[in-house]
């Protein structure tokens, strides 16, 4: 595998903060990795997927994707970057109520016509809810909801998608079918950077469990076997409880 995502040395500090968000975090993600990144409300977790995705900048040191320092481009390249680089998806799905599930897909679509309608269709037929395309969002359940989400963030076939706690609207259920979805999308070659508070879950499905408190990575595990993960999920439980 080769490299897709370097942070180097990153610290963020908001206005008016004492300490930063992040304190001097350097990571190295490669293509095809499904890595997890976790920790309690407030670790910087979600900051540092912001940086990922040069939805901020940071205060000192660089980050880098596909070889690309994003500390180098301004803003109109920062939306191209994102465009052609990013998928997003939320822990609310942020569909348009007054859009289909299929015009939802396509709204961030850079093709045009029918190749555009042909990808969604395809994508929508792929996460197995082909026969809901022509329904609006209030006629579907949160885990079709989400499902449809993830579609349009894969629609320009993103090198890189951002998954920012994706299963925390959704009951356990729905949430596991979801994971199992991202877990498939990785196994097909797409390379997923996972925000989750919840341990077991980023155990469960992600190769890598990234551990992040108070700014800085505290841990850093690739999971090889199922035995390993059950036993990050009581080690990494046992660290938060301590703290």
Known sequence: MSELVRLTEVTKVYQGGITGALNGVSLLVEKGEFTAIMGPSGSGKSTLLNLVAGLDRPTSG?????????????????????????????????????????????????????????????????LGIQDIADRFPARLSGGQQQRVAIARALINSPTL??????????????????????????????????????AKLATRHAARVI?????????????????RAASEVIRVRSEEASR
Do not use: C, W
């Not at 481009?73 to 007054?98: C, K, M, S, T, W």
């Not at 920012?164 to 979805?181: F, K, N, R, S, Y």
């Not at 992040?212 to 999971?223: P, Y």
């Open 62 to 126: 660089s980050v880098a994707v596909g070889g690309m320092d994003l500390g180098k481009l301004g803003e109109a390249g920062l939306a191209r970057f994102r465009r052609d680089n990013i998928g997003f998806v939320f822990q609310f799905f942020y569909l348009l109520p007054n859009l289909t599930s299929l015009e939802n897909v396509l709204i961030p679509a850079q093709l045009k016509g029918s190749e555009a309608t042909a990808r969604a269709r395809e994508l929508l037929g792929q």
């Open 161 to 198: 998608l951002l998954a920012d706690e994706p299963t925390g609207a959704l009951d356990t259920h729905t949430g596991d079918q979801v994971m199992e979805l991202l877990g498939q999308l990785n196994r097909d070659g797409q390379t997923i950077l996972l925000v989750t508070h919840d």
């Open 211 to 227: 551990s992040v408190m108070d700014g800085k990575i505290v841990d850093d595990a690739r999971l090889e076997s199922p035995e």
